[in-house]
């Protein structure tokens, strides 16, 4: 399997490179007149968008969440939200630049991504059929994950993580993206309804294959968790922030 690539994939998921309109065949030829076109780098400055505040008369002691030890990773600590999303938004832009240079935004309506292939440890080209995107509105995009094209370009064979992919990626998604400065800065994300919609249905594709046994329990608890918290979530934004490539 070509891990990077389903990373890379699983990235444009959790930003939220997602779509709302009814869902398009990855053959459909689809011609798009957008400033969003190009090739656009993750933003020097900070490339993640995390914000994520608790409705007013939480303290941050309450809102917290507890990281059960991972051997090898992490010991058990709990980590008040605005320390967790600090600490993430510290490490994440890091993690990040060593998997992808750019992410691609074409005219006939695909979006690729230049990322490092671990498994031969170079840098290649997504193919097209992917990802395909529409603009819906001047704040809103459009993208359709291709279940059958992922599942074959990154080599899945397990028939759950099969079966939870092709059900979770039938339907396109809606999220926010901003331009700015010219047009020459891009910023996607997610909000708290856009996840609170979603959460509830991650936690099977989390239980399947994907993640290794002895730790879906931990999965299943932080997930439950994290619903605890959207209960008393006033804002929350996940994305990235990419500026044009010059």
Avoid at 58 to 71: L, M, T
Avoid at 117 to 135: H, I, M, Q
């Amino acid at each position: 399997m070509k891990k990077n690539l389903f990373t890379l994939l699983m990235v444009f998921g959790c930003v939220g490179l997602f779509a709302a309109c009814s869902s398009s065949s990855k053959d459909e030829v689809v011609e798009i007149d957008s400033p969003l076109i190009g090739t656009w780098n993750l933003n020097e400055a900070g490339s993640v968008i995390f914000n994520w505040e608790a409705i007013e008369g939480v303290s941050d002691e309450e809102f917290s969440i507890n990281i059960p030890d991972i051997p090898g990773f992490i010991e058990e600590q709990d980590y008040e939200v605005s320390s967790l999303v600090s600490m993430l938004k510290f490490i994440l832009p890091g993690v990040l630049k060593e998997k992808i240079k750019t992410i691609n935004f074409l005219a006939n309506g695909n979006i690729t991504a230049h990322y490092f292939d671990g498994a031969d440890n170079s840098w290649k080209d997504s193919p097209e059929g992917l990802a395909t995107y529409r603009v819906l509105n001047k704040n809103k995009l459009s993208v359709q994950l291709h279940a059958k094209a992922i599942i074959e370009e990154a080599g899945i064979t397990d028939e759950q993580s099969i079966a939870a992919m092709t059900k979770y990626m039938k339907e396109p998604f809606v999220v926010n993206y901003d331009l700015g400065k010219d047009d020459n800065e891009l910023d996607c994300f997610v909000d708290k309804a856009f996840v609170a919609k979603y959460m509830q249905e991650l936690l099977p594709v989390l239980q399947s294959d994907v993640i290794p046994e002895a730790f879906k329990p931990v999965v299943e608890d932080l997930v439950n968790q994290f619903q605890g918290l959207f209960e008393q979530t006033e804002k929350f934004e996940l994305g990235l922030s990419l500026e044009r490539a010059k």
